[in-house]
C-alpha cells in the first residue's frame, strides 16, 4: 500500500486534483445552503470522463475542503455554511462580536486539520480488515446487508421511521425502473428506449441534492453580508493550542465513532462534541460566550468525519452519510462497487483515495491561509447571480456526459420531487439509498431464492446474515421505542 501512496502522490495528478477538490469545497461550504454533499453533486458529471481514481479522489477532497469552509460563514455571520457548523456558530459568532474572528477561523482550521488527519488514520487501518472480514459474505449475508443498510438510514435521517421507510421505498421503485437483472426483461420503461438501463444515481443525486437546493433556496431570505474587514486568519498559539487538545481530542473520538455509524453524519458527532466538551472542560461558563473549546471540538468533530464516514463505505458498501452517498455514485458511475471485493478488485483506486484525502488535508490547511478574503467577496455576491451560476452549472454538467436533453429532464424532476420531500419534511438520503442499493438487494434476493429453489429460509441459515437481519430489527425496534419516548413526553 505504501508504494502505492507515494505511487499516487508523486506519480500522478493527485495533488493538483485534490487541491482542486478541496477549492471548489470551501467555497461551497462558505455559501449557505450549499452542502458538502450539493458540492460534489455539482462536480459528479464532469468525472464522468476522468480517470476512476483521480475521479474519487476530486469529490472526497470537496468533502474535506466543504467541512472547512462551512465554518466561515458560521463564525462570520452565525449562518452555518454546513449544517454540521451549527455547533460552531454557538461560540464562533460570539468571537466574531468581541473583535476576535480571526482567532476563531484559526481555530477552526487547526482543529479541522487535526480532526481530519486523525480521521485518515483510522479510515486507512480500518477499511482493510473490515473488508477482508466481509469478504466470507453469501448472497443471503449481502443481500441482509442491504438490508440493514436501508434500514439504518431509513431510521437515522429525518427522526421518522414511517418517512424515512417511504423514502426507501420510492427509491427501491425508481431502482426497478429499467431492465431485470436476472431475464433482461424491460419493465416500467413506459415503452422509452431512454429508459432500458434504468435511471442513473447520477442524476438522482443531482436533482435531489443540488436542484432541489436551488428551488429551495429562491423562496428563502438572502443570507446576511461580511464585513471586508476581516482580512486575515490567527492561527492559534503554544498556549492555546495546549488548552485545545483536550477539546481536539474528545471532538476526535465522537468523530470516530459517529463517523463510522451508518446515517449518524457530521451534525450529530459535532454536537454531541460539543456538549462532551463542555461536560469535561474546566471552564465550562465560557460555552455560548465566546469559549474557543467550544469552537475547537466541533470543527475536530465533523472533519473526522469525512473520512470515518467512508469506512462502511469502503469495506461494506454502505454510506455513512449525504456526502459518502455521493461518492458511492460516483464509484458506481466508473463501474466499480465498493464493499469487500473493491478490496480485491481495484486496491488501486482505494489505496489512491487514501493519498488522496491526506493530500486534501494538508491542501485543506494552505489554502485556509489564504482563502478568506476570496470566500467574503463570494459571499457578499447577490443571491440571485449565484443560484443562476449554480443552475448553469447543472445543467452544462449533466448535458456533458451524455448530450441528452432526456437527461435533463430526469435531473429537473428529480429535483421537483427533492423539493416536495423538503416541503413535507421527508429524508433525501433513505431514497438515495434506495436507488443505489437496489440493485444489490434485488440482485443477491433472486440469486438467493435461485439456490434456495424458493425457500427464504436461507436468509436465517446463513449465520452472517441472520445477524445482519437482527441488527437490521433491532435498530427499527430502537427508532420506534425512541419516537414513541418523544411523542409521550410532547403529549405530558
Known amino acids: 500500500m505504501f508504494d502505492t501512496f507515494v505511487q499516487t502522490i508523486f506519480g500522478s495528478w493527485a495533488v493538483p486534483t485534490a487541491f482542486l477538490g478541496v477549492l471548489w469545497g470551501i467555497f461551497g461550504g462558505a455559501l449557505p445552503g450549499i452542502s458538502p454533499s450539493i458540492a460534489m453533486a455539482l462536480l459528479l458529471p464532469f468525472t464522468f470522463g476522468m480517470d476512476p481514481t483521480l475521479a474519487i479522489i476530486l469529490l472526497a477532497s470537496v468533502y474535506v475542503g466543504a467541512e ?236 473526522v468525519v469525512t473520512s470515518t464516514a467512508l469506512v462502511p463505505l469502503l469495506s461494506l458498501g454502505i454510506p455513512g452519510s449525504n456526502s459518502a452517498a455521493i461518492l458511492l455514485g460516483a464509484f458506481m458511475i466508473h463501474g466499480l462497487q465498493p464493499g469487500p471485493l473493491l478490496m480485491v478488485k481495484s486496491p488501486e483506486v482505494v489505496h489512491g483515495l487514501f493519498a488522496g484525502i491526506f493530500v486534501a488535508n494538508i491542501a485543506m490547511l494552505l489554502l485556509g491561509l489564504v482563502i478568506l478574503s476570496p470566500c467574503i467577496w463570494l459571499v457578499n455576491r447577490p443571491k440571485p447571480v449565484m443560484i443562476s451560476i449554480i443552475l448553469a452549472l447543472i445543467v452544462s454538467g449533466v448535458y456533458s456526459v451524455h448530450q441528452s436533453v432526456f437527461d435533463l429532464g430526469i435531473v429537473l424532476a428529480f429535483g421537483v420531487l427533492g423539493y416536495l420531500m423538503r416541503l413535507f419534511t421527508i429524508p433525501i438520503l433513505p431514497i438515495v439509498l434506495g436507488i443505489v442499493l437496489g440493485f444489490m438487494v434485488e440482485s443477491n434476493y433472486r440469486r438467493s431464492m435461485l439456490i434456495s429453489g424458493g425457500e427464504h429460509g436461507i436468509f436465517v441459515e446463513d449465520k452472517v446474515s441472520l445477524l445482519l437481519l437482527c441488527l437490521a430489527v433491532g435498530l427499527t425496534a430502537y427508532t420506534l421505542i425512541k419516537e414513541f419516548n418523544v411523542s409521550k413526553k410532547s403529549l405530558a
Open 68 to 303: 472547512y469552509g462551512g465554518s466561515i460563514p458560521a463564525i462570520l455571520i452565525r449562518t452555518p455554511g454546513t449544517n454540521s457548523a451549527a455547533a460552531t456558530t454557538l461560540d464562533g459568532y460570539e468571537m466574531t462580536r468581541q473583535g476576535r474572528a480571526g482567532e476563531a477561523l484559526g481555530i477552526s482550521l487547526i482543529s479541522g486539520l487535526i480532526g481530519g488527519l486523525i480521521g485518515w488514520a483510522v479510515l486507512v487501518m480500518a477499511t482493510e480488515p473490515l473488508a477482508e472480514l466481509a469478504l466470507a459474505f453469501t448472497s443471503p449475508a449481502y443481500f441482509s446487508l442491504g438490508i440493514l443498510g436501508l434500514s439504518v438510514i431509513a431510521g437515522l435521517s429525518g427522526g421518522s421511521l414511517l418517512k424515512g421507510l417511504i423514502a426507501v421505498f420510492i427509491g427501491l421503485g425508481v431502482a426497478m425502473i429499467g431492465t431485470d437483472p436476472i431475464s433482461g426483461t424491460p419493465r416500467f420503461t413506459l415503452g422509452s428506449t431512454d429508459l432500458l438501463a434504468g435511471i442513473k444515481p447520477l442524476f438522482a443525486m443531482v436533482g435531489l441534492f443540488a436542484v432541489a437546493e436551488m428551488l429551495t433556496q429562491i423562496r428563502e431570505p438572502s443570507w446576511a453580508k461580511v464585513s471586508e474587514k476581516i482580512s486575515r486568519l490567527k492561527l492559534p498559539d503554544w498556549k492555546m493550542s495546549k488548552r485545545l487538545f483536550k477539546p481536539q481530542m474528545i471532538g476526535s473520538v465522537v468523530g470516530t465513532v459517529e463517523g463510522v455509524t451508518p446515517g449518524a453524519g457530521g451534525t450529530v458527532a459535532a454536537f454531541m462534541a460539543y456538549s462532551e466538551s463542555k461536560r469535561w472542560s474546566k471552564n465550562p461558563e465560557e460555552f455560548g460566550k465566546g469559549s474557543p473549546e467550544g469552537i475547537a471540538a466541533p470543527e475536530a468533530a465533523n472533519n
